[in-house]
């Protein structure tokens, strides 16, 4: 059965940001999103939580994105993390990277707030109406304090431009489950589960 987010199937890096002397480094953000795109990487995550986006001042959340898209050129698909546990900064943020040309947006479940199932349904479907792009959900419970359960995956997957998910529960019951109750595509978020995952999908 053919997936939703198929554009996005094969190795993503979430890409680091690089400081220098306190600032965003651009020159070694460039360096080395051409390295991955020579090394034969299928896309690329800047500022997701191992581009420490957290952390990062809005500015600097939005530069890092610009320059990952600029550089990447059309080469490698870039899917820009730009969620967040504030709905309409989530839509803000998505809005800038479509503007970059970003393939696609990575939203991780909105943390601290521990939403029900209707309010994960409700972050999402927002920013979907608000942004035309292809959304691929971020499940991250261990650093967002909540689990999207497979039936609340379910029902998001049912927005059309929610195309896959990188699931990081860490459980390969909930990965099984969530392959057979939608068509996304899962992306493996945790590096020991990546070739029972690639069995599975």
């Given at each position: 059965?053919?997936?939703?987010?198929?554009?996005?199937?094969?190795?993503?890096?979430?890409?680091?940001?690089?400081?220098?002397?306190?600032?965003?480094?651009?020159?070694?953000?460039?360096?080395?999103?051409?390295?991955?795109?020579?090394?034969?990487?299928?896309?690329?995550?800047?500022?997701?939580?191992?581009?420490?986006?957290?952390?990062?001042?809005?500015?600097?959340?939005?530069?890092?994105?610009?320059?990952?898209?600029?550089?990447?050129?059309?080469?490698?698909?870039?899917?820009?993390?730009?969620?967040?546990?504030?709905?309409?900064?989530a839509?803000?943020?998505?809005?800038?990277?479509?503007?970059?040309?970003a393939?696609?947006?990575?939203?991780?479940?909105?943390y601290?707030?521990?939403?029900?199932?209707?309010?994960?349904?409700?972050?999402?479907?927002?920013?979907?109406?608000?942004?035309?792009?292809?959304?691929i959900?971020?499940?991250?419970?261990?650093?967002?304090?909540?689990?999207?359960?497979?039936?609340?995956?379910?029902?998001?997957?049912?927005?059309?431009t929610?195309?896959?998910?990188?699931?990081?529960t860490?459980?390969?019951?909930?990965?099984?489950?969530t392959?057979?109750?939608?068509?996304?595509?899962?992306?493996?978020?945790?590096?020991s589960?990546?070739?029972?995952?690639?069995?599975?999908?």
């Amino acid at each position: 059965m053919a997936r939703k987010g198929e554009q996005f199937a094969g190795l993503t890096v979430a890409i680091v940001t690089p400081f220098k002397d306190g600032k965003v480094d651009e020159a070694a953000l460039r360096k080395a999103v051409d390295w991955q795109i020579e090394q034969g990487t299928n896309g690329l995550c800047p500022v997701g939580t191992t581009g420490e986006s957290p952390t990062l001042t809005h500015e600097e959340h939005n530069r890092v994105i610009a320059i990952v898209c600029e550089q990447a050129a059309g080469r490698i698909k870039v899917m820009a993390g730009t969620g967040s546990n504030s709905t309409q900064e989530a839509i803000e943020s998505t809005r800038f990277a479509k503007s970059c040309g970003a393939d696609g947006a990575m939203m991780v479940a909105p943390y601290y707030n521990k939403p029900t199932g209707e309010g994960f349904y409700q972050h999402y479907r927002a920013i979907a109406e608000a942004v035309d792009i292809p959304i691929i959900l971020y499940n991250i419970p261990g650093r967002t304090a909540k689990n999207m359960e497979p039936d609340v995956v379910a029902r998001i997957a049912e927005i059309p431009t929610v195309v896959a998910i990188k699931e990081a529960t860490g459980s390969m019951d909930q990965a099984s489950h969530t392959l057979a109750q939608t068509n996304l595509t899962v992306l493996s978020g945790d590096d020991s589960l990546t070739l029972p995952l690639l069995s599975m999908g």
